[in-house]
Structures are given as structure tokens and as C-alpha cells.
């Protein structure tokens, strides 16, 4: 039974986490909606009750829903903590995915999906993908921000500034101001998130 238990709980994990994971690839294939990750702790609002994140071109973003995950890599141990802030809209929703580097605390990877403008004036989802190892590849591209993890309470604070640029959609896009967006003043506190940590220390029981 013990056995049985253990093998439920790492599927669970490899399922949780898998999304994430594949998020880190930047190309098209890899642009899929941020999804729900089922280990997150999270924080909801009603569509109508945002909380300001930050500024987009300017302009105020807020979330109705944040969550966290930590978790640490099997090769280089290294902890990566992963902040996801959704808005819900009318219709769909946009997001902010902004993924830490516990150890060296600093930003390393970026990805905003937000409704934009084709040509026709219509509403649709653009990607706004970025690593802090392939910043050579967009001169135009730049990212900082640091993350404070309470092992305590089990939630995280932090800061991010970023400049990042659309090369999926951006020949669909309406305003040839939607290709690059700039997201400053982004700062979050008390966002609940969980540990991976916590589970195998579980399953070692």
C-alpha cells in the first residue's frame, strides 16, 4: 500500500510539473496557454477585483489569480521558483509567468500572453517569451528582478523589470507598438506557493 501511495504521488508530481518545464523552450511549438498547475498554492479575485502587478507600454496590469512553485533541479540542484499571475477577461484571459533563480537570485526566464489587436481589430492572444540565456539573440531584449522566498509562511515577494519582443504574431498584429512590450514597476508580495521539497520528503517517509 505504502508503495501504491508513493507511485500516486510522483505521478502527481511529474504531471504538475511537466507544463512548466516546457515552457522554457523558445519557439512556437512551445507556446501553449499557461496552464493551471495543480502543486500551486493560489490566490483568486473575481474578474471585476484585480490586484496592480506592474505596467505594460505604460499602462496598469492586474491579476485576479497568483500562484508559486519551487522546485529543485535532480542534475545541478539548482531551486527554480516559478510566479504565475493570470487576469480573467470577459473572454480568455492573459498571464504573466516569471521564473526565478532561487541561488543566485535573479530573473531568468519571462513569458507574457496578452490579447493584442490584428489588423482587423480583433482580439487575440500574442506571446512574449524570453531567457536570460539567449538575450543575445535581441539586442532589444532585457530582463532583472529578484525573488525573497518565507520558507515559513510559504510565500514569496519580489521584483522584475523586462523588455521583451513578440516574434510569433507580430506580423498579424494591428499596432506595430504591440511587437515590443516593456514591463516595469512589476512588484508582488504574500503569493503562496509550494515546494517540491515537501513532497519527496514525504514520500521518504
Known sequence: MKWFLSTILLLALVISCGETTKKTENTPESQAEIPA???DKTTEKSAHNTTLLCKINGEDWGYTSASGLVSRNSTTKVRTATLTFEKKLPKGSE????????????????????KRPDKEGNLFTNF??????????NPEASMAG?????????????????????DFEKDKLGNASD???????????????????DLKKMLKK
Open 95 to 114: 498571464a504573466v509567468q516569471l521564473e526565478y533563480d532561487v541561488d543566485s537570485n535573479t530573473l531568468t526566464r519571462v513569458l507574457a500572453e496578452l
Open 128 to 137: 512574449y517569451n524570453q531567457s536570460a540565456n539567449q538575450l543575445d539573440r
Open 37 to 39: 498547475q495543480n502543486m
Open 146 to 166: 529578484t525573488v525573497t522566498l518565507s520558507e515559513d509562511e510559504r510565500v514569496a515577494a519580489g521584483n522584475a523589470l523586462f523588455t521583451v519582443q513578440n
Open 179 to 197: 511587437i515590443l512590450i516593456t514591463v516595469s514597476d512589476l512588484k508582488f508580495s504574500g503569493v503562496p506557493y509550494s515546494d517540491t521539497d
